[in-house]
């Protein structure tokens, strides 16, 4: 089934269409084949494969699909030095909990740099934040996950990494 939005000139539009669109997805959501792809790429990457045929053998995949996905697929790295990246997340308008979040971005070594939250409606906040990646900064995939365990939160999502 393919979405279509409203393009800006009226006329509509396949997302599929868009060809150099990007997603930021969690990894449950991608297809195993091309976690194999990324698996392969760092095999060849550290050497410890020699070919391409050596690396797609050793993750179980086709030449064929990895040629197919190679470039299509990059890890998110989550410690990018330097790079601003925007949570967004929704939580209960629980007095502290604001606080307790914050206090995981810190002990995570985060930089905060603008924090949003909008008025809470049907006593549920939206939060923005923006954090700078540092070079002690610790995994921001951890970070994502301990705040996602905490009570209160609904969810937290990456909106943008620049």
């Known amino acids: 089934m393919c979405t279509e939005y409203e393009h800006s000139q009226g006329e509509r539009k396949s997302i599929v269409e868009e060809k150099g669109k990007y ?8 297809p195993e084949v091309l976690l194999k792809v990324v698996e392969a790429k760092k095999l060849l990457e550290s050497e410890k494969v020699m070919t ?57 070594k985060a930089n905060i740099l603008t924090i949003y939250q909008s008025i809470p409606v049907n006593s549920i ?28 939160i609904h969810y937290v999502k990456i909106l943008a990494r620049e």
């Open 125 to 152: 906040a939206t939060l923005t934040l923006s954090v700078e990646v540092r070079a002690n900064t610790g995994s921001l995939s951890s970070m994502c996950e301990e705040m996602e365990a905490m009570a209160g």
């Open 23 to 30: 997603f930021l997805v969690k990894q449950k959501a991608v």
């Open 52 to 108: 391409i045929q050596e690396a797609t053998d050793v993750v179980g995949i086709s030449r064929s699909s990895f040629y197919k996905y190679k470039d299509d697929i990059l890890p998110f790295y989550d410690n990018t030095k330097g790079k601003t990246v925007t949570f967004v997340l929704q939580m209960d308008d629980e007095q502290g909990l604001l606080s307790d979040l914050l206090r995981i971005v810190a002990d995570y």
